[in-house]
């Protein structure tokens, strides 16, 4: 296991890259608006990706020292920071503030803790 200052270092640097993606001009043109991922529109299926591995790296990396509610914890603090990394576009002016990106971000943090839950509860 990693010590907790390489997952701060992680967790930190992961979450400069969300907020740099959230306010770097991508997609001007709109062209992942029209790319299908599995039936999905394609920016949507990486906002949610880009969110899956957060409670993996918080989790995994030993900063819930085991009790159900720091793992609550890092569940909302994984939503709030889906929600406040789509609202910082709402200032941006080449960048548009959508509900359903918020959605597709807050299903990235819902997907990585299942997957968080069920790799920690297969290793027991």
Request: charged share 15%; proline share 3%; with cysteine.
């Amino acid at each position: 296991m990693f010590s907790k200052k390489i997952i701060f270092m992680i967790l930190f640097f992961y979450i400069l890259m969300i907020i740099t993606l959230c306010v770097v001009p991508l997609n001007t043109k709109g062209e992942l608006n029209h790319i299908t991922i599995a039936g999905i529109r394609g920016d949507h299926f990486f906002h949610c990706l880009m969110f899956i591995p957060f409670l993996p790296i918080t989790w995994f990396g030993g900063l819930d020292k085991r009790k159900k509610n720091n793992l609550f914890l890092l569940i909302l603090a994984g939503l709030l920071l889906a929600v406040f990394a789509e609202s910082l576009q709402i200032f941006i002016p080449y960048r548009t503030f959508t509900l359903k990106d918020v959605a597709a971000n807050c299903m990235g943090v819902l997907i990585g803790s299942f997957l968080a839950f069920l790799i920690k509860r297969g290793n027991k």
